[in-house]
């Protein structure tokens, strides 16, 4: 959903709007924590998002940290890559967002002809 609303955003001339579209797609192209594309050409999708190792199935651990890091006031920090893995996930919604946001648009030619896109 966020293609969406920054869309809007960019519509309401909220600064950084069109900044913050831009980057999130570069972290689908690779610019992310692990260095990874998060396109899946051979299945046809879009993983969608990066997660703790041992953490893909289990929300209790996510909760417990994150009830932790409320309590203690401690901030939230980035895992070294080799502890993260894929989440090999797509749904069909969030494609729809992304086609509803640049359907129409021709001014991102950095997303909307990336290479990884095209080959």
């Not at 001014?107 to 990336?114: A, K, P």
Request: proline content about 3%.
């Amino acid at each position: 959903m966020a293609p969406a609303f920054l869309q809007c955003a960019e519509q309401h001339g909220v600064p950084g709007a069109t900044e913050a579209l831009v980057k999130g797609f570069k972290w689908i192209f690779g610019q992310n924590q692990m260095n990874r594309s998060m396109l899946c050409k051979r299945e046809s999708l879009i993983c969608r998002s990066q997660v703790r190792k041992g953490e893909l199935n289990d929300k209790k651990k996510r909760i417990v940290r994150a009830i932790t890091n409320a309590l203690t006031g401690r901030r939230g920090t980035l895992t070294d890559p080799s502890g993260l893995e894929l989440r090999l996930e797509c749904r069909s919604y969030e494609l729809g967002w992304i086609l509803w946001s640049f359907g129409r648009r021709t001014d991102l030619t950095e997303i909307q002809y990336h290479a990884d896109l095209l080959a």
